[in-house]
């Protein structure tokens, strides 16, 4: 089934430990990107990667590090999460090196306290 | 600005139409997307319409574009309750290569 996983699909931390929210692709899509879903805000883009060793800053990268080094994987990494990054992630991919028709993961739920 | 608008609530009874507004700003926007969030799961892309274009229908799914006052809108005929989610519209700005999301309507059908 061609989709989009994330993992883990809900985590709660403390402020200033290290984690990864991995996302992968089975679809051989080149473009990836990370998303934040906050009330009233809608989505906003965290970076973004238009192929394998590029990647981008989005609208609000600060806090969060991505790498592509393989076309299927996009982690997220938050070197010290802080409350305010507390959120809804979203992974997605797009066919295409651009950012049109895109399919999204399911979603990470993280609270950091 | 970069700015997409929505209205954040909609009630409507089933078996009625539902109309939900989206207002944009780029006019280099070439792609107007709509998608479905459905509780706890992450978006799916409903339909798209190309900026050339003024309509755009597939099944209950009808979308009119008003290029001159960028106004987009998806118009869900005989909604139901498996209708119910938060929409979203979202603009792929060719200026920017950037895809920009509304802050999204809340469907409820009630019965």
């Known amino acids: 089934e061609a989709q989009v996983t994330q993992n883990p699909r809900y985590l709660i931390t403390v402020t200033g430990k290290k984690l990864t929210v991995t996302c992968s692709q089975n679809m051989n899509h080149e473009y990836m990107s990370w998303y934040r879903q906050d009330p009233g805000l809608g989505l906003r883009q965290i970076y973004y990667s238009m192929n394998v060793e590029v990647t981008d800053k989005g609208d609000v990268p600060e806090g969060y590090k991505v790498s592509r080094k393989e076309k299927r994987n996009f982690p997220l990494i938050l070197e010290s999460p802080s409350p305010n990054q507390t959120s809804l992630y979203f992974c997605?991919?797009?066919?295409?090196?651009?950012?049109?028709?895109?399919?999204f993961g399911p979603g990470t739920r993280l609270t950091v306290t | 600005g970069e700015d997409v608008e929505q209205s954040l609530f909609l009630s409507v009874r089933e078996g009625d139409s539902s109309v939900i507004n989206c207002t944009y700003t780029?006019?280099?926007?070439?792609?107007l997307y709509w998608y479905k969030q459905e509780p706890g799961a992450g978006l799916q892309l409903l339909t798209y319409i190309f900026s050339n274009m003024d309509m755009k229908q597939d099944q209950r799914l009808t979308v009119l574009l008003n290029k001159k006052d960028k106004h987009l809108s998806l118009r869900i005929a005989d909604t139901q309750t498996g209708d119910s989610a938060i929409y979203f519209c979202?603009?792929?700005?060719?200026?920017?290569?950037?895809?920009?999301f509304g802050t999204g309507t809340r469907l409820q059908v009630f019965p």
């Open positions: 997605a991919s797009s066919p295409t090196g651009d950012p049109y028709e895109q399919y």
């Open positions: 979202a603009e792929y700005q060719s200026s920017t290569d950037k895809l920009i």
């Open positions: 780029d006019s280099s926007s070439t792609y």
